[in-house]
């Protein structure tokens, strides 16, 4: 079945520091990918998604992420990060008639 | 307007109650979605809309019935609910009928079933 795997639940990194949260798909066919952030007591909000052609995909609020086949994965990645990226991040895919989210990571800033 | 709003924001009600959720979106688009969030977990889809018609039931308790009266409106009517559907209830919108279009989420209605 289709799938996509969050390592790591939670996620700590200094402000102003690297953000790496890794996501990795299983599917024969490469999916549609989705990286999603729901703030406290909030709906999720769309950063990027990745459809076909480019691998690198350029989100909102500085994040990108790169889809590798020969990984299978879609890590989502931020140079620096701020106070206002502390929020939760689901990778999500689909193949077209079913949509899967991760179990979501948990990214801690510490100042 | 890339808004999906929700109503009630929260709600509070007995397990012999009846009350509906509602969400609206005006952003043209053909499909919508309900969907439940338990705390630090990841939304699981309920039902799926497509052209007001329902296409997918996740084999959700009839207790939730839902209902698409047009194509910018999406109810969750709720009657005879356990203390264990006290959940964040989640709508989405996205613009075709596949759910390979990204999905537009409202704030959510926090539900407590007491």
């Known amino acids: 079945a289709q799938s996509v795997t969050q390592l790591g639940s939670h996620v700590s990194v200094s402000e102003g520091a690297l953000v790496l949260l890794r996501c990795n798909y299983s599917?024969?066919?490469?999916?549609?990918l989705f990286w999603y952030v729901q703030y406290p007591n909030q709906g999720l909000q769309l950063l990027l998604k990745y459809t076909t052609g480019a691998t690198l995909v350029k989100g909102i609020n500085g994040f990108e992420a790169e889809f590798k086949k020969s990984e299978t994965s879609f890590h989502l990645t931020k140079p620096s990060a701020h106070m206002s990226d502390a929020a939760e991040y689901f990778c999500a895919s689909n193949t077209g008639n079913q949509f899967y989210f991760g179990t979501g990571t948990s990214l801690t800033v510490i100042p | 307007d890339t808004e999906v709003t929700q109503t009630p924001k929260h709600l509070v009600m007995g397990m012999t109650n009846k009350k509906s959720l509602k969400c609206e979106q005006h952003m043209g688009h053909r499909a919508m979605y309900w969907y439940k969030q338990k705390a630090k977990k990841p939304p699981e889809l309920m039902f799926v809309?497509?052209?007001?018609?329902?296409?997918i039931n996740e084999s959700v308790p009839s207790r939730f019935s839902p209902e698409c009266p047009n194509s910018s409106l999406l109810n969750l009517h709720l009657h005879a609910l356990q203390p264990e559907d006290s959940a964040l209830y989640l709508c989405a919108s996205s613009q075709g009928a596949l759910l390979s279009d990204e999905q537009y989420f409202g704030p959510g209605t926090r539900l407590t079933v007491t």
């Open positions: 599917s024969s066919v490469p999916p549609y």
């Open positions: 809309y497509s052209y007001e018609k329902l296409s």
